[in-house]
C-alpha cells in the first residue's frame, strides 16, 4: 500500500478553496481556525493534535478561541480542538459531530468539500458566541499547515 502525503491529499486549487472557507469564516468571527495535515501519525490523535495545537501557537489567540482541524490523511485520523475560550461554550458533542461529518465525506474522497464542511461548521458556532470585532486581526494563517509526524 502506498503511503498517501499530507501535501498530496489536495490539489493547489482545493487548498486554496479551504483557505478561502477559512477566510469567509473569519469574516463573522473573531475565533480563528486552522486546518494542519500531515502524513500518518502512531500518537491517539486527540493527544497529538493538541499537541499541535501548542506547536501552532494556536493558545495565544487574544479571546483564547482558536480551532485546529486535523487530519492525519494515511489514517484518516481526525481531530476537532479548541482553545479554553470556545471550549467553556460548546458543548463536547459538537467537535464530534464536525469529525463525524468530515469523515463521512473523506470516506466518499470529497476531501475539499469534507473540509469546508468543517470549517463552516465550526466558524457558525463561533459567530454566536465570539462575533467579529471592529478590531478584528487575523491572528492565526488562513494557510494549510503541513506535517510529516
Ligand atoms: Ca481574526
Ligand atoms: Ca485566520
Redesign the pocket.
Known amino acids: 500500500m502506498s503511503v498517501l502525503a499530507a501535501e498530496d491529499f489536495l490539489s493547489t486549487a482545493e487548498r486554496e478553496r479551504v483557505k478561502g472557507a477559512i477566510g469567509a469564516a473569519?469574516k463573522r468571527?473573531?475565533?480563528?481556525i486552522r486546518v494542519h495535515l500531515e502524513d500518518h501519525i502512531e500518537d491517539e490523535v486527540l493527544d497529538h493534535a493538541a499537541f499541535i495545537f501548542e506547536e501552532l501557537g494556536m493558545h495565544r489567540?487574544r479571546d483564547r478561541n482558536g480551532v485546529l482541524i486535523y487530519l492525519s490523511v494515511a489514517d484518516r485520523k481526525v481531530a476537532v480542538i479548541g482553545d479554553a475560550g470556545i471550549n467553556a461554550v460548546v458543548p463536547d458533542g459538537f467537535w464530534t459531530d464536525v469529525v463525524g461529518v468530515l469523515k463521512l465525506h473523506l470516506a466518499a474522497g470529497r476531501h475539499a468539500d469534507g473540509l469546508c464542511e468543517a470549517v463552516h461548521m465550526v466558524g457558525e458556532k463561533l459567530v454566536s458566541d465570539f462575533p467579529?470585532k471592529q478590531d478584528?486581526?487575523?491572528?492565526?494563517s488562513n494557510e494549510i499547515s503541513f506535517g510529516r509526524s
Open positions: 473569519e468571527t473573531s475565533g480563528e489567540t467579529l478584528d486581526r487575523d491572528e492565526l
